[in-house]
């Protein structure tokens, strides 16, 4: 499927309406103009949208999604990618700890809040109506994912606490063991788990390699211990690879491919999954209220 490419620049509040820049990308078809799809969040690592997590993005966009891509440092630098070297490695992890927790939630929402407002996508914003032929009329559910890797599995993460987000499939995560992500280098979202944000939410799947550094066995077994105590449905996948393994550009010799290619495989298998259950469960609300309104 054909893609494009565009962005839109959205006032923030926590930055004292200072724009961020998210990048769409989409599934062009020429000859259904009005054609809707999915959507997802696409996170990035700590140097922002880069080739690597264009291709990534483009990958699941081909396949029949609109995806949003955010910028999450707009608070320090434009939307252009930071280098993958020691300086741009140096500039991303001091971002990543100088940035408000709550300022990284934001970011989430608005991408969120953007996708459903897009006529391609086919979440709708909350209350808008569908009118069918009985002339009854239905909220429409909205259909989201998250995913992303490093900094951006954080976040992923973090944005399966809102309840649009119907599935998070969040790559080597880092900082949730240690609860270091954000200003203060305290951040709450194991607390969050064990406090009972996550139940009823959408699925979670969190992926990591084993020889990662950045997240060690310890942290994985707590990550692990926190949902599973919280009766979390989260699948958690331990794979042979180290960090950035998904990285196809300067990965300092990680990049799996083949790895990449089954993981992304079995992200798209949970991402399809959510929407037709999701659409099956509407389809029968639907029917149900329906039919109450004929009898």
Known sequence: MLINKTFHDIPTQLDNGKPIRIFIIAPEVPDYPEAKFPGVVVFSEIY???????????????????????????????????????????????????????????????????????KNCNGRIAGEPLTFRNGAHFIRLIVS???????????????????????????????????????????DSLIRVRNGDLKGKGELVMIFGKQDTHVPREGRDLIRKVLEDANIPASFLEVQA?????????????????????????????????????????????????TRLLN
Request: with cysteine.
């Open 48 to 118: 922002q949208v880069t080739g690597p997590v264009e291709r990534f993005a483009g990958q699941i966009a081909s396949q029949g999604y609109v995806v949003a891509c955010p910028s999450v440092y707009h608070e320090f630098e434009g939307p252009e990618s930071l280098p993958y070297d020691v300086e741009g490695t140096d500039r991303g992890n001091k971002y990543k700890i100088e940035k408000k927790v709550e300022a990284y939630d934001e970011d989430a929402k608005l991408a969120i809040d953007l996708l459903v407002s897009l």
């Open 145 to 187: 994912k998250a995913t992303g890797m490093c900094l951006g599995g954080h976040l992923a993460f973090r944005a399966a606490f809102d309840p649009r987000v119907l599935a998070s499939v969040c790559f080597f995560g880092t900082d949730i063991h240690s609860a270091t992500l954000g200003k203060g280098k305290s951040d």
């Open 242 to 290: 180290q960090h950035a393994f998904v990285r196809d550009e300067q990965s300092k010799g990680r990049w799996d491919a083949a790895l990449t290619r089954s993981l992304f495989t079995f992200m798209m298998e949970v991402f399809e999954k959510d929407c037709w259950s999701r659409s099956r469960t509407e389809g029968r609300s639907r029917e149900s209220t329906r």
